[in-house]
C-alpha cells in the first residue's frame, strides 16, 4: 500500500477580491496562532475561530493545517525573494561594497518584519514539510547573486561566481536565521547586519581581486 501522504496545495485559489480578503484573513489568524499556540498545538478549527470564518468556509481554500502553513513558508521565501531581487536591482551599478551591504540589509530586513513566526515555521515545522521550500528559496538567491556577480565581473569564471555566492548566501542565511531563533534584539538593533557585514566584506574583496 503506498505511504499516505499529505496535501500541501491550497484546495482552490481566490479569484473574487473578496475571496482574496478571505484567504488573507485566514493566513494572518494562522500565522498568529502559530505564534501564540505553537505549530504541534495549531488547529484548523482555532484558525477559523480567530479569522472569524466558518471552518466550512476554510474547507473551501485549505484542506488542513499543512497547506495553510505551507502557503505561510511559500509567502515568506517569497518575501525574501523579492526583497533581495530588489536591491540587487537598485544597486545594479553600485560599487561592490555598496551592492553587498545592499544584499545583507535585505536579507535581514525580510526576516525582521515576523522573527516571531519565521521562528515558528523554522524551528517547529517537520522538515518534510519545510525543507524543499527552504532548499528552493537558498538555491534561488544563490542563482540571483551569482548572476549579479557574473555581471559585474565578466572575468569571474562560472564555478568561481557559483562558490562565492553560496559563501554569501548561506553565511547570511545562516547568521540573520540564528539572530531571529537566538537573539531577536541582534536582528532589531541591526547589530547583526554590521557584524555580518565586518564578516563578507574582507572575504568578497579577496574572492574577486
Excluded: C
Amino acid at each position: 500500500m503506498p505511504a499516505k501522504t499529505t496535501r500541501l496545495s491550497p484546495r482552490k485559489e481566490p479569484v473574487q477580491a473578496r475571496s482574496r480578503l478571505t484567504v488573507k484573513a485566514i493566513l494572518e489568524a494562522t500565522a498568529q496562532v502559530l505564534v501564540a499556540s505553537g505549530y504541534q498545538s495549531t488547529t484548523t478549527d482555532a484558525v477559523a475561530k480567530r479569522a472569524g470564518v466558518s471552518i466550512g468556509t476554510l474547507y473551501q481554500y485549505f484542506p488542513n493545517k499543512e497547506s495553510l502553513v505551507a502557503a505561510l513558508i511559500r509567502d515568506h521565501v517569497e518575501l525574501i525573494l523579492s526583497t533581495v531581487g530588489a536591491a540587487l536591482e537598485v544597486h545594479a551599478d553600485a560599487p561592490m561594497e555598496i551592492a553587498l551591504r545592499a544584499i545583507i540589509h535585505a536579507g535581514v530586513e525580510a526576516h525582521r518584519i515576523d522573527p516571531a513566526l519565521h521562528k515558528v515555521l523554522f524551528e517547529q515545522v517537520p522538515r518534510d514539510k519545510l525543507l524543499g521550500k527552504a532548499l528552493d528559496a537558498s538555491s534561488k538567491l544563490q542563482g540571483m547573486i551569482e548572476e549579479f556577480l557574473r555581471r559585474r565581473a565578466p572575468g569571474l569564471s562560472a564555478s568561481r561566481a557559483r562558490m562565492i555566492a553560496l559563501v554569501l548566501e548561506t553565511s547570511v542565511e545562516a547568521l540573520t536565521h540564528r539572530a531571529v531563533v537566538e537573539a531577536p534584539d541582534w536582528l532589531r538593533s541591526g547589530e547583526i547586519e554590521k557584524e555580518t557585514v565586518k564578516l563578507l566584506q574582507p572575504y568578497l574583496s579577496a574572492a574577486l581581486g
